[in-house]
């Protein structure tokens, strides 16, 4: 029988391109998995050398140069454990997605991911050729299988390794989050747990991506099933897992109870994933920070918010600018919790602007009618307000703008929708709701309302025009997002919605702006995406098309 495994799950956050410091990270981590855990082996999520996803990168002709030079730099550091590194493998002409086993300065054994994601955010076909073999190497006695990602997804790897003889499994991973994420993998890994009979170390990255999270929850699933180690998510750690051996040649590896992460409600999984997507997104791009416009709404109120909670308050510009239809109430609760949050905040007007373009513009709108073309001027003041600041200052403007608004196209191009990254791009208006209320409970931290009940209580408007109010325009926020959800994500014809006990002609109605508004969101700026349709590398529409609605 052999002794006991140490395995630790390198949850860490890669910086895709950047493969020296991505190695100096896998050197330094396996040093400390070594000093304090006394780990016998240290797995690394997918193309932990690259980070993920690496897109187009993987076409660039240095790539098999910089990887063959980290791996080296990697072998020649000795280091007494086993490393389960992720890296792109150039074969002649062909590029694999794989993963190589070091121990003391040698290459033990290689793994190419056999089954390859092409679907929602993947198109891992566009660069990686498929593996066909499974990979076992004996580790303090037992004989351990290797896959990736995708692989956990399908039952041949699985079978593979149980026909091989595998005792446990350590599967890496570079898996985005989606609402619900972690459930859906314990929920995988126990199936395919019990299908191999022997249990399977499932690591995940963490960190932002442009318009990806990866949440971590790294995890230690039995061979009957049961999750006995969770990594919390959100968070990098070096978690260590015990394995023991079975109860006899060939027998199943066991796991003893671990620690396992308290379980995250439905906001606190949102919320946290916007906060870690501003961080990387303003870090990792180098931004000095941030800056929004502060209107006294609740949508830019959450991202504001979020944007404290991501950078701290020495890092985040409020700018209000007010105009002739916006409220005192607007005007005190912008100021409210600018002061409360401590960030810098500046009032400008933007009346003297607006008189101005519509001086230039008096010979254009002469015997016109007043219509949205004043209102769209409006947020288009606004919109140069915030990219001349960003451009003098180096901070990187926020838009506030939530899914539902996007999605109707409630929103002004060049306008509210300019700027660099959208950190409700994929947030329902009744999800911001529920957002606001648990940053101002749940995730308070001691502060009292940072979100003013005011603005949670108000009837939401963009005060653009006298006494306006959202529904004015649109359905009321809880029926618009039903319909949305079932379109959006889940290719509902309007028929189908209809079906299901939904006015005709407002769901023709809705159908008709997301589809109209294509090209605006084809202009607008990336967001965290939290769906399994989120707005850009889920939904591809083409712009121009004349598809009818009906069935």
Not at 252 to 276: D, H, K, R, T, W
Not at 319 to 330: D, I
Not at 355 to 383: H, P, W, Y
């Amino acid at each position: 029988m052999g002794r006991q495994i140490k395995v630790v799950m390198a949850q860490l956050n890669f910086l895709v391109g950047d493969i020296d410091s991505n190695t100096a990270l896998i050197i330094e981590s396996a040093k400390t998995a070594i000093r304090e855990h006394s780990a016998d082996l240290l797995a690394f999520p997918e193309l932990a050398l690259t980070g993920y996803p690496p897109e187009d990168l993987l076409f660039r002709p240095s790539l098999s140069i910089r990887i063959e030079k980290a791996l080296n730099r990697i072998r020649h550091e000795n280091l007494p454990i086993y490393l389960v590194v992720g890296y792109p493998e150039k074969v002649n002409d062909k590029l694999y997605n794989s993963l190589t086993i070091i121990h003391a300065g040698e290459l033990l054994a290689n793994y190419r991911k056999q089954h390859l994601p092409n679907y929602q955010v993947f198109d891992e076909q566009r660069y990686f050729e498929k593996g066909d073999d499974a990979c076992l190497l004996e580790i303090c006695g037992q004989k351990v299988a290797f896959t990736i990602c995708e692989d956990m997804w399908e039952t041949e790897p699985i079978l593979q390794a149980r026909s091989a003889g595998a005792q446990l499994m350590v599967n890496i991973n570079a898996s985005p989050y989606h609402m619900n994420k972690l459930s859906q993998r314990q929920a995988l890994l126990r199936e395919r747990s019990i299908e191999g009979g022997f249990p399977i170390i499932y690591v995940n990255m963490i960190g932002g991506q442009d318009e990806l999270v990866f949440d971590g929850g790294s995890m230690a699933i039995t061979a009957n099933g049961d999750c006995h180690c969770l990594a919390p998510s959100y968070a990098e750690a070096l978690v260590p897992v015990l394995v023991e051996a079975g109860g006899g040649d060939n027998m199943p590896c066991l796991i003893p109870v671990q620690e396992i992460a308290p379980a995250l409600s439905l906001e606190a999984q949102v919320y946290q994933g916007l906060v870690l997507g501003v961080r990387d997104y303003v870090n990792k791009n180098k931004f000095r920070g941030v800056v929004l416009g502060l209107s006294g709404g609740i949508d830019s109120a959450l991202t504001l918010a979020i944007a404290v909670d991501a950078l701290g308050s020495d890092r985040v510009h409020a700018v209000m600018m007010p105009f002739e239809y916006t409220s005192q109430l607007s005007l005190d609760v912008a100021q409210e919790q600018a002061l409360q949050l401590e960030v810098e905040y500046q009032l400008i007007s933007i009346a003297g602007i607006y008189a101005s373009f519509i001086k230039a513009l008096e010979v254009e709108f002469a015997n016109t009618e007043v219509d949205v073309s004043e209102q769209n001027l409006q947020a288009r003041c606004r919109g140069v307000l915030l990219m001349a600041i960003s451009n003098k200052k180096g901070l990187l403007v926020l838009t506030t703008g939530n899914k539902s608004e996007i999605a109707v196209g409630y929103s002004t191009l060049y306008g509210d929708m300019a700027g660099g990254f959208d950190v409700l791009k994929d947030v329902s208006k009744t999800l911001v709701y529920r957002l606001a209320q648990y940053r101002n409970t749940e995730h308070s931290g001691g502060q009292e309302n940072v979100i003013p009940q005011q603005v949670i209580d108000r009837p939401p408007s963009a005060e653009l025009a006298a006494d306006q109010v959202d529904q004015d325009s649109l359905p009321p926020y809880d029926e618009l997002d039903r319909i949305l959800e079932l379109y959006i994500e889940n290719d509902l014809s309007a028929d189908s919605i209809i079906e299901q006990g939904f006015d005709p002609e407002v769901v023709k109605r809705v159908l008709r702006l997301v589809d109209l508004n294509e090209y605006k969101r084809r202009q607008s700026p990336i967001g965290v995406r939290l769906t399994q349709r989120g707005f850009g590398r889920d939904r591809r529409y083409p712009i121009t098309n004349a598809w009818p609605i009906g069935e």
